[in-house]
C-alpha cells in the first residue's frame, strides 16, 4: 500500500541516514535524502515527497527553519520533525509550526515508520493540516493554540499548561488511537517509570473541566489497556 | 550587591537631609569652628586611611576566596561527572562490542538471536541514561508548573503503587495525621513531586531485604511540609553520604543494584525547584531516612 509513496529523509547525520534508508525502504516507501534544510527545500521542489522526515539540528537551515520555508511557500507536505534531546520547548515551537507530528531521539524506527503511516492516512493532499491550525473546533470546544485558551460554549476553561498540550496533541490527532507511551513523549517529552499515572490523571482533569463522561465520552474516549482516542470531527478556524 | 551600595550611599543621603533641613532655618545654621595641630590632624588622617584600606583588602579577600571556592567546586563537580558518565558508558559499550564479535561470527541461528538480543539490551540501557540525563538538564530550567497539590492523595498513590511492586516482600506503612486538621497542601508541580516520592520510596524498597521496614510518614512543620521515607534498610557509609545528591553518583552498596545513578539527583532537583529541601541521615548497617521538606500553602 505504502509502494508509490515518497518520504524524504532529512538528517546531517550519515550512520543515522545510512540505517534508515534501507529499513525504510524495506517497509515499501521509496526514500531520497537531504543533509540540511536547504537541501531539504530543493529537493522537496524535484523529489515531490509525499511526506517529510525532518531532523532539528542541522548545518546551515535548520530543520524549524525549513519548515517554516515551506509552510509559508504554501507546501503542506507533512512533516515529521525529529526533536533533539532536552528540547521541550522545540516541542512545542514545532506545533505551532505546523509540524504534524515529531519524535523524539533516540527512536525505535518501527515507531517511525508506525508515524509515517499514521500522518500519512491522516493528510488530505494539498491543504493545510489541523497540524498547522490556529484554532481548533470540535463542537462546542474551542482551542486557541496561540493565546493556550480553552473555551466550552461561552464559558472559558481554566486548564493546566500540560492538560492544554495534552488536549492539543488528541485534537491535531482525531480518531486516532494515541498511547499513553506516546503522549508521554510527545507531551511530557520524558518517559520515566510513573509516567503512566501522569498521563491518567491529566486525561481525568481534562474529562473533569470539560464535563466529559468517561462512560458516554463527547471528547476523549478510552482504549482499555492501550490509549486515549479524541472523538472528531475537528475543524479548523483560522 | 545593590543593597551594598545603599549602605554606602547613607551617610551621604543623611548629611544632605539635615543640611536641607538645618538650612530652613534663616541664620540658625551654627558654625563648629575645630581647631587642632597639623600633627595630630595628619596622624588622624593617616590612621583613618590605613583602617579604612584595611577594611576593603579583608572584604576583597573574603569575596576572591569564596569565588575561588565556588570555582574549583564547579569545577570538581564537573570532572567527577565527567568520569562517572565515562564509566557508565563504558560497561554497556564493551558488552555491546562483544555482542557485536558474537554476532559475526555466532556458530548457529540461536547464538546469533541471543547476541542480537544482547545488544539490544544494552542499546534500551544506554537510551534510558540519554533519556535520564535530558530529564535532569529539562528540570533544571524548565518552567515548573505552580498548581495546589494534594500530597496526602499523592502520599497514597505512590504508596499503593510501590507495594505492588515489592510484592509484600518488605514491611511497608504509610502514616498521615487528620487531627487537628488535614495535611496542607503543595504548590508545584504534581507529576514531578510524584516522581521525587516515587524515587525515594523506589531506593528505599532497593536498598532494603525482604522482612525489612519502610515508612512512610508525612506531618506539618510550621509552615511546611515534611515527607520522611525511612527504612532499615542497608544504610549508607558515612562517607559516601555527602556524594549521594550527585548525578550519576553510586555508592559501594549500589553496585550490582540496577539503576541509573540519577534517582537521587533528581529528587534533589525537584525540591530545589519547588524551593524546598532534601536531607538524608542514615547509619550503616542499620538504615537510611530521607527528609523532603516543602513550602506549604498557607492555609486553608
Known sequence: MDANRKILLVDDEAPITDNLVPFLERAGFQVAVAVNGEEAIQKAAEFVPDLLVMDVLMPKLDGRGALRRLRQAGNWTPIILLTQVGESVERAMALEEGADDYLNKPFDPHELVARIRAVLRRTRPG??????????VCGPLNLDRR??????????????????????????????????????????????????????????????LLDDDPLHPTFIETVTGQGYRFLGPVETVQ | MKARWGVALLPAVL???????????????PVLYLRASLGILLLLVGVILSALTCLFLALDAGQEQRRADLLSKAGDDRLRFLRRLDHELKNPLTAIRAGLANISEAPGEDARQEAVRSVEMQVMRLSSLSANLRKLADLEKQEVEHTPVDMVELLRESF?????????????????????????????????????????????????????RVEVRAFEDGSSLVIEVADTGAGVPEEELQHVWEELYRGQAARGIPGSGLGLALVRTIAERHTGQVTMRSSFGQGTVVRLKLPAVTKR
Open chain 1, 147 to 208: 493565546a493556550r485558551r480553552v473555551r466550552l460554549g461561552e464559558q472559558e476553561i481554566a486548564l493546566s499548561p500540560k492538560a492544554v498540550n495534552l488536549l492539543e496533541y488528541l485534537m491535531t490527532h482525531p480518531d486516532e488511537l494515541v498511547t499513553r507511551e506516546r503522549l508521554l513523549d510527545v507531551v511530557w517529552g520524558w518517559d520515566y517509570p510513573v509516567g503512566m499515572r501522569a498521563v491518567d490523571t491529566r486525561v481525568a482533569e481534562l474529562r473533569r
Open chain 2, 15 to 29: 548629611g544632605l537631609a539635615l543640611n536641607i533641613w538645618l538650612a530652613s532655618f534663616p541664620g540658625q545654621n
Open chain 2, 160 to 212: 499503593d503503587l510501590a507495594r505492588s511492586q515489592a510484592g509484600g516482600s518488605r514491611r511497608l506503612s504509610l502514616s498521615i495525621p487528620e487531627a487537628p486538621w488535614p495535611l496542607p497542601r503543595v504548590e508545584g508541580d504534581q507529576d514531578l513531586l510524584f516522581l521525587a516520592v516515587h524515587n525515594l520510596l523506589d531506593n528505599a524498597i532497593k536498598f532494603s531485604r525482604p522482612d525489612d
Open chain 1, 127 to 136: 491543504q493545510p493540516s489541523l497540524a498547522a491550525a490556529s484554532r481548533l
